[in-house]
Structure formats: structure tokens, C-alpha cells
């Protein structure tokens, strides 16, 4: 069976010549889950980052199966290709909500953006699914037009919003995953 992604030998360092991750591989097969844990500064941020394209590897190589572009080789990507991936089949999960969300939008219209992003164009389409996703994990529907930062539970619902992936993705990179989310059932790397 072809991994839906196979890294090899990751290594992260931060340009303050700080080590993030060293000589990190694993594969994942469609279906699998992988969990990583480890201790705080231990590295599973910096090895999500490079895998959902967030942060350039300093070395180390990664191939993801595409279901609509093939097998890719994830670090020789151009900014375009890998923008197009990001939106459409590699979906990234921020532990800080802040860097998930526009806290100037609403929290339908962060989830909206996905999809305008991903070629979506109409207006009634798009507020049917992001109700159809709010739904999902259970977000109270009267408060799709609420700005994140009204949210009760501080901002961890917010970043939940994201995760709601509009389009569900090939594979999905989770810091902290809750419960609910449409990553469940999508094969990905959780840490
Ligand atoms: N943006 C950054 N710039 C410099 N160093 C960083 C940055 N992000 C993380 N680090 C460092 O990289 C190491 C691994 O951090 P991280 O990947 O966030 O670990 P974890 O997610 O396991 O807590 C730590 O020493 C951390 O301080
Ligand atoms: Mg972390």
C-alpha cells in the first residue's frame, strides 16, 4: 500500500541556530493515525510545520500521495503548488489560535475563507456548509456571525473552527486534537 506520507530524515533548525527536530521518518499509511508525544520543546511542533508546509525542513525529504497531483515531493515544492496543497488536501491545525484564526473576522467567515480559497464562489453554498460543519462539532448556529474573540472557553474553540477543514483533506496535522473534529477519520499525523 503507498503511504499517504513518507518523511525521511526531518530535521528543523530555527535561523537562531536552535534545533527544532533531528533525523525525524516515519511513514503514514491511508487510514493511519500517528500520534507523536514528547515533551515540551521535544520537537512535534517543528515537525508538524514542515510536514503541513508551515515551515521550510533544513534537510530531510518528504513525498505525499495527491489524490488530484500524484506522488509530490512536499520540500521541492514552489510557493504555488504548495499554497494549492495547503488549501486543498494538507490541512494544518494550530496549537494557538491566533495564528489560525483572523480575530477581525467572524467565526463563519474564518471558515468561509477555506473555501473562497479552494475556488468556492457561491455565497449560499458556502453558508450552507459552514452551518452543516458549526453542526458537526456542535457550535451553536446563532453564533456563526460572532467574532472569535466572543467565543466563551478562551480561543481553543477557535481553533477548533479551523479544523472543521471545509474540504476535508488527504491529510490532516492536529496539535492537541478534540474531540468532534472531521480529522477522526482522516489518515494524519496528531501531536
Ligand atoms: N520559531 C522558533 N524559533 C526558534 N526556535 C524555536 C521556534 N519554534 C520552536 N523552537 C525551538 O525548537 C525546539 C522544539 O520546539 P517545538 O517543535 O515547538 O517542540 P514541541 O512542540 O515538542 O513543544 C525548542 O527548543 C523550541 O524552543
Ligand atoms: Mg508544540
Known sequence: MTPVLSVRDLTVTYSSGVVGCVDVSFDILPGEILGVVGESGSGKTSVLNAIALALPPTRGDARFDSPRLGSQALFALNAQESRWLRQREIALVHQNPHRALNFDLSAGANVAEALLAADWRHYGRIRQRVAE???????DLTR???LPG???GGCSNASSWRGLSPIPPRCFSWTSPRAGSTSRSRPGCWT
Open 144 to 146: 456563526m456571525d460572532d
Open 133 to 139: 460543519l458549526f453542526r458537526r462539532v456542535e457550535l
Open 150 to 152: 466572543r467565543f466563551s
